[in-house]
């Protein structure tokens, strides 16, 4: 729905961004707490985003979701 925006926050100091979505997988790079994340795919455990010009996956235990 075009009307509703869904804001994804990381609400942890540090946070991974993984190669697959997966603890195991490589680190492609780190996001800190606060910011916003535009998610491209979310398979329920796992989100995929892009940041930093790098795309990767990031747990949704810690990103926070709220509609605007």
């Given at each position: 729905?075009?009307?509703?925006?869904?804001?994804?926050?990381?609400?942890?100091?540090?946070?991974?961004?993984?190669?697959?979505?997966s603890t195991?997988?490589?680190?492609?790079?780190?996001?800190?707490?606060?910011?916003?994340?535009?998610?491209?795919?979310?398979?329920?455990?796992?989100?995929?985003?892009?940041?930093?010009?790098?795309?990767?996956?990031?747990?949704?235990q810690l990103?926070?979701?709220?509609?605007?």
């Amino acid at each position: 729905n075009p009307d509703f925006l869904i804001i994804h926050t990381v609400i942890v100091p540090l946070a991974n961004v993984r190669v697959e979505p997966s603890t195991k997988s490589k680190v492609v790079t780190v996001v800190e707490k606060g910011m916003s994340l535009n998610v491209l795919e979310d398979n329920g455990n796992w989100s995929k985003i892009q940041v930093f010009g790098k795309t990767g996956w990031i747990s949704n235990q810690l990103l926070q979701s709220e509609i605007k």
